[in-house]
Each structure stands twice: as C-alpha cells, then as structure tokens.
C-alpha cells in the first residue's frame, strides 16, 4: 500500500480562509521521472490497445465512436451542488480501480462491496498488456487506471475529487476541438500525447464538449509522495475550501483565464 502523505494543519484555517482562489495554474507539468515518462514515450501503444480492447468488448465501432451504453460513467445527482453530475454520453473504461476513489453510487453499480479494496478488469488486462504491466510495476503508488471518452455535446459539472491522497494525471489519446478542462476559470483544451495532472480532491473541475468528435483520455491517480518531487509546481491547497465558500468558487470558474 502507499505511504500516507503527512498534511500540515498548522494555521490552516487561516490559510484556507485568505486562499479561496487559486492564485497559480493549477495543471500540474512533471520533470522527467518513472511514473510519468513511460505514459507519455508509449501515449500510441496505450491509444491502440485501449481502443482494441473497446472493439473487443462491442463499445467501439469501425468509424472509432463509442458505442452503446456499457461503460457508461455513472450519473446522478452530487452531493456538491444538488445538481446531476454531467449530461450528454461520457465512457469511462477501467482497468484497475481501488475503493478509496469510488462513491457509493459508482460502488453500487459495479457491485463492488464496501470491503473489496481493489477492482481488476481480467479481460481488459489481456487486451491492454502494457498498461496492465505499468500499473502491475506501480501498484503501490496507484489507486485507479480509466479511460474516459467525452462525446460531443457533452457537459461534466464542475465538482471535487474524493481522495486527497492522490494527484490526478490525464494523458490525452485522441483530443477534439471544443472540448476544454476548466479548473475553478483556469481553462485547457487537451492536446494529443499531452500529459499533465491536478490536484482532483481539492480543485473545482468540470468539462464541457462543444466539439464535433470523440475526446478520449488515459487517467491514472498517483500517489501525491511518489510523484510530488518531480514535479516543476505544486499548486495544491492541500484541502478542500469552506462548504460556504463553494458557490463563490463556482461563480469564479466563468472568469476564464486560458492556459
């Protein structure tokens, strides 16, 4: 299992309350290193066998969209701003998931019990054979590897991760014009081989698709202690604002600001 990381509460308070809003970009880029070096020198192999895998499963058809509604990610209303948590179709195909980054409804619809700490997909791990090896190699240091596809029309609500422990890293396999990631006004359109991360539990983040075709991305969480030294900034707060602070952070996310 991977190390706890140890989190400074010291004047917490006060630094939550004078830091509301971020201040520095929060994509996180990485200096060479073990974690992220593999994903982006193989970003093809994985796109291919990712694919393969969704047309041996029946999700993928011969002109590359997705599929009937397997894989779908689970829906539902959040418990962060009382509103459903996308609209449009949004794929998401997994690998391997631990339970510390599912919610009870995700749980629930994948019949995964409250005690089954880590969720392989056997067939998946035949079909994708380098990602199965990466995540085999890096397990102590992983909690989930999924892929995720945005269709057009698409809209992810902005909402916030479930476990700090984690940095969120997407590597984008086939990006779409008109697809952008906005973190609380800090808004990014993905690029092909592209990676980066964020801090998922403790930023406001949604997506919206007003593109024309499928935007699909790798996402793998990284242990914060196995990743953080390699990375050229640390734009993490650390934790999650003030419940009361929520909708003014919300409010800010259409102040754009590209990056």
Not at 239 to 259: F, G, H, M
Request: hydrophobic letters at 35%.
């Amino acid at each position: 299992m991977p190390i706890k990381p140890t989190i400074n509460t010291v004047g917490h308070r006060f630094y939550e309350k004078a830091s509301m809003f971020l201040t520095q970009n929060p994509y996180i880029r990485f200096r060479s290193n073990p974690y992220t070096d593999p994903l982006i020198e193989n970003w093809q192999l994985i796109r291919d066998q990712y694919f393969l895998a969704c047309e041996v499963e029946g999700q993928r058809d011969s002109q590359g969209w997705l599929t009937n509604n397997r894989g779908n990610k689970v829906n539902g209303v959040t418990r962060n701003f009382g509103e459903v948590l996308y609209s449009g179709k949004i794929k998401t195909v997994s690998l391997m998931l631990r339970n510390c980054i599912t919610d009870a409804r995700e749980r629930a619809a994948m019949n995964m019990h409250d005690k089954e700490e880590m969720r392989w997909y056997p067939m998946r791990c035949n079909t994708m054979p380098w990602l199965f090896e990466y995540t085999k190699a890096n397990l102590d240091n992983i909690s989930g590897v999924t892929f995720n596809t945005a269709l057009p029309g698409t809209k992810l609500n902005h909402h916030w991760g479930l476990d700090e422990n984690y940095i969120r890293i997407h590597l984008c396999l086939e990006h779409a014009g008109g697809c952008v990631f906005n973190i609380e006004g800090w808004e990014h359109q993905w690029e092909t081989g592209e990676l980066f991360g964020f801090d998922d539990a403790h930023v406001l983040h949604g997506t919206k698709h007003t593109g024309t075709v499928p935007r699909s991305i790798l996402i793998v969480d990284l242990h914060k202690n196995a990743i953080r030294s390699y990375s050229e900034s640390w734009p993490c707060r650390g934790y999650r604002p003030d419940k009361e602070s929520w909708n003014t952070i919300l409010e800010a996310c259409n102040s754009v600001k590209q990056v």
